[in-house]
């Protein structure tokens, strides 16, 4: 039941941050000047699985303006584009672990712990 509760509260969460990132991408596009700044950022992951994984990456790819690039065999790291990174890479880091990984852990693991 506790998996449950948490899997429909990350499904709530991601689409609050896919409303949110249609819209910051939607004003980027139709500002009159492009003001981008797009870059890679490595994201140290503390999912494991396969499905932790997978569900981390697709959740970037469906997030408007972030894109997963490369996943190392070891699979400590998640390499992904973002679209407006700014001057603060670890900004985006930040938003993809304690928004998106934290959610899917507390979901597919008991108790949540990483």
Do not use: W
């Amino acid at each position: 039941m506790r998996q449950l509760y948490f899997a429909i509260r990350y499904i709530l969460i991601f689409l609050k941050e896919l409303t949110i990132a249609n819209y910051q991408v939607a004003k980027l596009v139709l500002a009159p000047k492009l003001k981008i700044r797009p870059g890679f950022v490595a994201i140290p992951m503390d999912a494991d699985t396969d499905f932790e994984v997978t569900c981390l990456a697709n959740s970037i790819t469906l997030t408007p303006g972030t894109i997963t690039v490369h996943l190392p065999a070891e699979r400590h790291v998640i390499v992904i584009h973002a679209l407006d990174v700014a001057d603060d890479p670890q900004a985006v880091r930040d938003s993809v672990k304690n928004t998106l990984e934290a959610n899917i852990l507390k979901f597919t693991r008991v108790g949540g712990e990483k």
